[in-house]
């Protein structure tokens, strides 16, 4: 500011001079005009020491005594010549002519500083405000959150957990006079839609602070330290709040592992996350701040913002089981007129491996229905058709498109699941069969629901592939190799994904034995993707083998699933069983 204004009284000043100066030149006296006839005679008696040939018209002189004279230009040639021999000087421009060719010089210069000055002062302070705009971060704080842990359900060792966290917000001064220091940072980490935002909320809630939410991606950016400076910002307006919570969305996306590579790792992603773990390490026992990030891929984050200090607690928040689903769908009813035939733990046990996102979709959905039919009250046949419209989507109303072929095929292709499921994993529910296409495009589904685990065996994993590869081979079966259609490619996709992940995650497979491929590309080993190949090729074509055989022994119960969901599009668990026991009695009357 000072250098501001010392620049501007600078240009004033000279401003000023120029303009006195020429006001100065304006003033001086005219010179003496004298006859031609009168210069030659001066000439000759050698009165002239200078003559200024700066006009066309007139020529200007200075007498030997100071006395400045014009007189008109006779413009012929050889007459600097002559005056030169006289021993007289001669100029092309007058000492006047010169100052005011200088002062105009100076004058110009002046005022194309003064623009240029101008200009550039500008546009350095608009990229000023331009970086500092982008540096700055939208996170104002949510004021006391309403969100507490009544209005969370279905995760009380997550509660538990982070308990302490909360009283450590409310009194950071009684820790700190036992010597105690408390998570500064917490990472919840988790399928997606397990509650790890609402849980944040719930925790500033709870404590009555400010919640300051981001979202990792807000600090990704092209130009050089604007995430740092984000990082920075968001800091200083949580401490400017006080006690407080920041919760970082999807952490992942600023807090992955560096790599320096060929460039040092020198990159505005290392910055950013430099910027992150000191301001952490910045932080006093007594602040009463906490950071929260989430994240569904805790192995990707760099090991220097999980160690201690920094996000020293690690809470996982995972998908609830039949209880805390049970849980979650009374707090998403509440205040939602219900019927009474509603049996919500039936719900929960239908509802395996829905998180509590999918839950409040469920009731969410059901409630649409009811208020469609305007009932009054949400009944049980809402939750159903809602379950169907959230695995599935909406069934499709128009069917006329469809031929008698395409119908039967994919009776076949649904039925080949459903009897597989009930062959090999006999402990899986089959709650619904149908050949009715709905809007996610899917021609048909069999909608299979394993038992409540928290451990996943071997065996469950293969009956999970065979039980996806039953429809291809029961297509095969029916119509042969050559008429198989591409109805399988999300049952191969799930398939191949599963035993992947047998193979190379959980060392289930017989020629990988108990190695962890993942460490190992990690290790930069990334040679043996052949023998991987190689491996689940063999032991998926067992697998179909396999069911094909088992299928090739049913045939007769297959066909009967088949036309039976021709004729009624679609089978309850029930109406699959009946038909299977039936089927099987005949079979051994006939034997």
Avoid: W
């Avoid at 006009?55 to 005594?65: P, T």
């Amino acid at each position: 500011m000072h250098n501001k204004k010392r620049l501007i009284y600078g240009l004033g000043i000279g401003l000023l001079l120029i303009i006195a100066y020429f006001v100065f030149l304006y003033l001086q006296p005219d010179p003496q005009r004298i006859s031609y006839n009168e210069f030659l005679q001066a000439v000759d008696e050698e009165k002239i020491q200078r003559v200024y040939l700066q006009e066309r018209d007139m020529i200007k002189g200075l007498y030997k005594d100071g006395t400045e004279f014009i007189t008109d230009n006779p413009r012929r040639e050889g007459f600097k010549e002559e005056l030169l021999r006289k021993n007289i000087e001669v100029d092309e421009k007058s000492r006047e002519a010169r100052l005011m060719d200088a002062g105009s010089f100076m004058l110009t210069i002046l005022i194309f500083g003064g623009i240029f000055y101008f200009f550039s002062n500008k546009s350095i302070k608009q990229a000023q405000s331009g970086m500092g705009k982008l540096s700055s971060i939208a996170a104002g704080p949510e004021g006391k959150a309403g969100v507490t842990f009544d209005d969370v359900a279905g995760i009380d060792e997550v509660k538990d957990s982070i308990r302490d966290v909360i009283d450590f917000i409310k009194n950071p001064e009684k820790y700190a006079r036992y010597g105690a220091r408390l998570p500064r940072g917490i990472i919840l980490y988790g399928p997606p839609g397990t509650g790890k935002t609402l849980i944040a909320k719930a925790v500033a809630g709870e404590a009555g602070v400010p919640f300051y939410a981001v979202s990792g991606s807000d600090f990704v950016q092209v130009y050089v330290g604007v995430g740092a400076g984000r990082i920075r910002d968001l800091f200083r307006k949580a401490r400017e709040s006080g006690k407080s919570v920041i919760f970082i969305d999807e952490i992942d996306a600023l807090g992955k592992k560096r790599d320096a590579g060929f460039e040092g790792g020198n990159d505005e992603r290392d910055q950013t996350l430099n910027a992150l773990l000191a301001e952490m390490s910045g932080f006093k026992d007594s602040e009463g701040i906490v950071v929260i990030g989430a994240t569904n891929r805790l192995d990707v984050l760099d090991p220097a913002l999980l160690r201690p200090g920094r996000f020293d607690r690690h809470i996982e928040v995972g998908l609830p089981d039949v209880k805390e689903r049970y849980e979650i769908l009374k707090l998403q009813c509440r205040g939602k007129p219900l019927a009474d035939d509603v049996d919500l733990y039936r719900v929960a046990q239908q509802t395996v491996y829905f998180s509590g996102a999918k839950l409040e979709n469920l009731i969410n959905e059901a409630a649409i229905l009811a208020a469609k039919r305007n009932s009054g009250s949400i009944e049980a046949g809402d939750i159903d058709r809602a379950f169907y419209i959230v695995i599935a989507g909406l069934e499709k109303k128009d069917r006329s498109a469809i031929n008698d072929f395409d119908r039967e095929l994919t009776a076949y292709h649904e039925a080949g699941h459903a009897l597989i499921t009930r062959l090999v994993a006999p402990e899986n529910r089959v709650s619904r069969v149908t050949i009715i296409p709905s809007t996610k495009g899917a021609g048909g589904f069999s909608l299979s629901i394993p038992p409540d685990r928290m451990y996943y065996k071997k065996r469950d994993m293969e009956n999970s592939i065979k039980i996806a590869l039953a429809g291809r081979a029961a297509e095969e079966i029916i119509y042969g190799e050559d008429s198989v259609t591409t109805g399988a490619s999300n049952d191969l996709e799930r398939a191949t994904g599963i035993l992947m992940d047998m193979i190379t995650r959980f060392g289930m497979g017989e020629k990988s034995g108990l190695l962890s491929y993942k460490a190992l590309f990690n290790n930069g080993i990334r040679h043996v993707e052949d023998e991987l190949i190689r491996e689940a090729r063999d032991v998926i074509h067992s697998y179909y083998t396999e069911v094909k055989k088992i299928l090739m022994q049913n045939k007769p119960v297959l066909e009967a699933v088949a036309t039976a969901l021709l004729e009624r599009e679609t089978l309850k668990e029930h109406e699959l069983d009946d038909i299977i026991n039936q089927c099987k009695e005949r079979l051994r009357g006939t034997a």
